[in-house]
Nanobody, 119 residues
């Protein structure tokens, strides 16, 4: 079984930074693509950033140049460095581990960490 625990959220002012962490326990961390999603109140859950097992990285347009995703396979941890934060970045940020194995999709989720950007 795979479990994910996010941390690092908080209340910051516009323009400030936060670094989120997602620690993944269980076997096979290096076999999973890790995604960061976010969900604001009353809105759908949106994909923010992805890092694959091979290190390919993708970002949604609204965070390009401001957010950086990285993974440390030795620590079973994925990070999301968020700079120049804006009020529109306010949301619950959730970590997702995804893998396709023998035609089956495997998805695991953390509980989320709240990020609030406000003056």
């Amino acid at each position: 079984q795979v479990q994910l625990v996010e941390s690092g959220g908080g209340l910051v002012q516009p323009g400030e930074s936060l670094r989120l962490s997602c620690v993944v326990s269980g076997t096979g961390f290096s076999l999973y693509t890790i995604n960061w999603y976010r969900q604001a109140p009353g809105k759908q859950r949106d994909l923010v950033a992805t890092i694959t097992t091979g290190g390919t990285i993708k970002y949604t347009d609204s965070v390009k140049g401001r957010f950086t995703i990285s993974r440390d396979n030795a620590k079973n941890t994925v990070y999301l460095q968020m700079n120049s934060l804006k009020p529109d970045d306010t949301a619950v940020y959730l970590c997702n581990a995804h893998r396709t194995w023998w035609g089956r999709e495997y998805d695991y989720w953390g509980q989320g960490t709240q990020v609030t950007v406000s003056s």
